[in-house]
């Protein structure tokens, strides 16, 4: 069984910086694409950023280009999200997502495996 555990969560500055780790065990790590999303109240999980399963390839949404870093150690079976820059609106909670979409990775029904999520508190 695939499970997928975040941590690195909490309560931060605007302007602070906070990494994100998510430690993938029960499969084989290098068999997944990695993806983070973020979620706040009310509204669909949004897409952060994905990595390739031999982490040579990454791509990120507009609002957290130049500012997150999607990086991953396969030694580790652990993937991580860099936050630089934070702002009170990067405020949610953070998911891992492991899986093999061929396509459409910014969408959420395309990732097989879910950790449980963190919360990320950016105050102004």
């Known amino acids: 069984q695939v499970q997928l555990v975040e941590s690195g969560g909490g309560l931060v500055q605007a302007g602070d910086s906070v990494r994100l780790s998510c430690v993938v065990t029960?499969?084989?790590?290098?068999?997944?694409?990695m993806s983070w999303f973020r979620q706040t109240p009310g509204k669909d999980r949004e897409f952060v950023g994905t990595?390739?399963?031999?982490?040579?390839?990454?791509q990120y949404a507009d609002s957290v280009k130049g500012r997150f870093t999607i990086s991953r150690d396969n030694a580790k079976n652990t993937v991580y999200l860099n936050m630089n820059s934070l702002q009170p609106e990067d405020t949610a909670v953070y998911f891992c997502?492991?899986?093999?979409?061929?396509?459409?990775?910014?969408?959420?029904?395309?990732?097989?495996?879910w950790g449980q999520g963190t919360q990320v508190t950016v105050s102004s």
């Open positions: 997502a492991g899986g093999a979409p061929t396509s459409l990775y910014w969408i959420e029904s395309r990732w097989e495996y």
């Open positions: 990595i390739s399963r031999g982490g040579g390839a990454t």
């Open positions: 029960g499969g084989t790590f290098t068999d997944y694409g």
